[in-house]
């Protein structure tokens, strides 16, 4: 996975559980610890649950990081 795989699952799991926390909140149902956002749900035998959510974070996390670093240039 590499550095950069691991800092992008990182950040897109931040992403997620920060998105998550405040829709759930708002939606009164029930939250999800940091640990599934960054590893997928416990006791999930689902190949969604085990590879998926490490693609998704990755994809947010790249997605987060190009629009900070746009803005950041930009200004």
Do not use: C, Q
Request: net charge neutral; charged share 15%; proline share 3%.
């Amino acid at each position: 996975m590499g550095i950069g795989g691991f800092l992008f699952d990182f950040i897109g799991a931040i992403v997620r559980f920060l998105y998550g926390t405040i829709w759930r909140t708002i939606a009164n149902k029930p939250k999800f610890k940091f640990s599934e956002y960054l590893n997928g749900p416990e006791n999930s035998d689902d190949w969604f649950d085990i590879a998926g959510h490490s693609f998704v974070n990755r994809i947010i996390g790249f997605i987060t990081l190009a629009f900070l670093l746009y803005v950041t240039v930009t200004l």
